[in-house]
């Protein structure tokens, strides 16, 4: 039997970061992470998607959200925020997959927040 044996690898390499109160104004552990991988001239788009149980659990979320990215020019924040079921309906809801690549098809093009 003739063949020919292939093997790759695929490195990824992440952080961790640990924190609380993330979207309150006075923690800027993510908007310093933002600035640390800030491009001159590129400005990233946020869109936030949210499962719907935590949103239930934490309806402030969303303005929480809008008022920690106000005047932080290195992102541009997509102000709507898309709300999903999460645990197994979401695994097995194709769907929904659908849905978020829609999504960021539609903000990926020059579009106002």
Known sequence: MDFIQQR??????YKVIFTEGIFDRANTTFRDLLEAD???KQIKK????????VQEQFPQLTGQIDHYFEGFSKVQLITEKL???G???AKNSPGF???IIDRVNWYGIERHS
């Open 8 to 13: 790759f690898q695929v490195s990824f390499e």
């Open 87 to 89: 645990g197994e309906l």
């Open 38 to 40: 800030h491009r001159p």
């Open 97 to 99: 997959v659908d849905d």
């Open 46 to 53: 946020l869109f936030f998607i949210i499962d719907a149980g």
């Open 83 to 85: 709300v999903l079921p």
